[in-house]
Each structure stands twice: as C-alpha cells, then as structure tokens.
C-alpha cells in the first residue's frame, strides 16, 4: 500500500497551498495532486472525504511555516544560517518573533492536527521553498514580478512556466517509470506550487537523501550561532535557574510536537 506524504502552504482565502505525493514501498513517487483551499478545515475536508486519502497512510507533513520558536533572543540559530549562506535571498528569511498571520498560525495549527489525528505520521517538516529553491538552482524564486494593485499580485508567466517545469522534473526523476502525466504537470498557482515543493523536498530530503535536520543545533554546531555578548550573559547568570538550561537549547517545540519536528536541508 503507498504512503502519503503532504505538503502544505498555510494562507488566506483561496491562498492554502494543498498537496500530496503518494509513495510505493520502495520509495518511488507513483502519484500526485494538490489544488488550493480557503481555510485549514476545507485543506482536511480536501485530503480526506474529497481525495479519499486513508489518515493511517500518511507518514509526514512539509509545512511552510514556523514549527519552533527561539528561546533566548529574536532569532532562531537555523534562520541565521539560511541569511548567511543564502545572503542573496537573506530577505526572504524571517524572524518567527515578529511574523504574523498564517505563516505562524496557520501552520502550527496544522502541525498540531496531523500529529494528533493521523496515527502513523513520523514527523512534521518545516520547509521555506523560496530559499530551498534557491539553494537547489542558484535562482529566485519569482513566480511574481510585481502586483496589479494593492491586493492582486501578477505573475510572472515565464518564470512560473520554468518553476513548474523544474518542479515536474524533480518528480519525475523520483516517480516509478510509468507515472502518468508527469512530463506536464498542469500549471498552477504559486500556493500550490509552494505545497507541492514542500511536499517532494520532504520526502526526497527527509526519505529518499537525506544530508541534515537544521533542527539538530549541537550536531551542526549552531548552539551558539547568533548569540550577542549580553544574551550569554543572560545564559551564564540564570544557570542555577531552569531559565540557564531553557536558554542554552535555543529553541523550543510545542508539547504535542515533541521529536515530530524537522526541518531537513540539503546541508
């Protein structure tokens, strides 16, 4: 029986990026779908009743957003070492203290929901597909090229084309020889494209090649990254306090969450 791996991109009306990839037992891709939903409750509605997915085949979740928050100072070790080796697209990288909307409700939200309800999900991947693109291509990700008015974005026809065909290709590279209709993945939008992404770099990082989990601070040597002179400080006065040793972990994982998450790069 194949496994489900999902890939989400929380949003606004019609803005929830939903997608899935289903996976044979030896890890090739043998199916696809996403499509794009107005709230968390239509994106279940979608994967369950409508797509008739089984919840006990789901093994793990890529969901852009934040899963983790910092627990001394503003920023997370991981999204320092993004703007540092990624400075071209440093700016896409944000700081999980001052982000709001669905980004860093939404998400979580989910997160919680597919821990708590689907009996044999694995883990929960954080992804950030506009510098996971860019760390795969050397390109940005430009899907828009500026915006019709204050609300209407307008696409960038050209690069969109280019995104969904290098996404089709990294599928097809990784789906049984015989998957239908992946030399022409139907474009759609950015949400859906963000899903489907966060979907395959999940499973192709997180299963098939795994290199690295950005959530590993000690083994990656970023405990420290990023700390100033005063935050260590804070650290070394508060050590005879749960505060020295709640500081000293950098981050922190919603209870329900605990060993569930991940945020696997191609270290």
């Known amino acids: 029986m194949d496994k489900i791996i999902i890939g989400y991109d929380p949003g606004g009306k019609n803005a929830n990026g939903i997608a899935y990839l289903k996976v044979s037992q030896a890890n090739k891709i043998t199916g696809i779908n996403s499509t794009t939903c107005n709230t968390l409750d239509e994106v279940l509605y979608w994967l369950i009743v409508e797509e008739q997915l089984n919840p006990g085949n789901i093994i ?3 969901i852009d957003a ?6 001394i100072g503003k920023w997370r070790p991981m999204d320092l070492y993004l703007q540092n080796k990624y400075s071209s697209v440093c700016n896409s990288v944000l700081c999980s203290n001052s982000t709001s909307g669905s980004m860093a409700v939404q998400g979580i939200q989910a997160a919680g929901v597919f821990v708590d309800h689907l009996p044999n999900i694995h883990f929960i991947n954080e992804t950030h597909p506009k510098v996971a693109y860019y760390a795969l291509t050397h390109q940005k990700h ?13 696409v960038n026809m050209k690069n969109a084309q ?13 789906a049984v020889s015989n998957f239908p209709g992946i030399n022409s993945l139907v474009m759609g939008t950015e949400h859906e494209w963000d899903a489907l992404f966060s979907a395959w770099f999940t499973y192709h990082y997180g299963i098939l090649d795994f290199r690295g989990d950005l959530m590993q601070l000690k083994i990656n040597n970023h405990l420290n990254l990023g700390l100033t002179n005063e935050e260590k400080k804070r ?4 050590s005879t306090t749960f505060l020295g040793e709640y500081y000293k972990q950098r ?17």
């Not at 430009?142 to 974005?153: C, I, Q, T, V």
């Not at 650290?235 to 508060?238: L, M, N, P, T, Y």
């Not at 994982?253 to 270290?267: I, M």
């Open 60 to 62: 793990c979740a890529g």
């Open 66 to 71: 934040f899963l983790s928050w910092p627990t």
């Open 142 to 154: 430009d899907y828009y090229n500026g915006k019709l008015n204050r609300k209407a974005k307008l």
């Open 162 to 174: 280019r995104m969904w065909w290098e996404l089709s290709t990294w599928i097809k590279k990784d």
């Open 235 to 238: 650290i070394i006065k508060s």
């Open 251 to 267: 981050i922190e994982v919603r209870n329900n969450l605990q060993g569930k998450v991940k945020y696997v790069w191609p270290l």
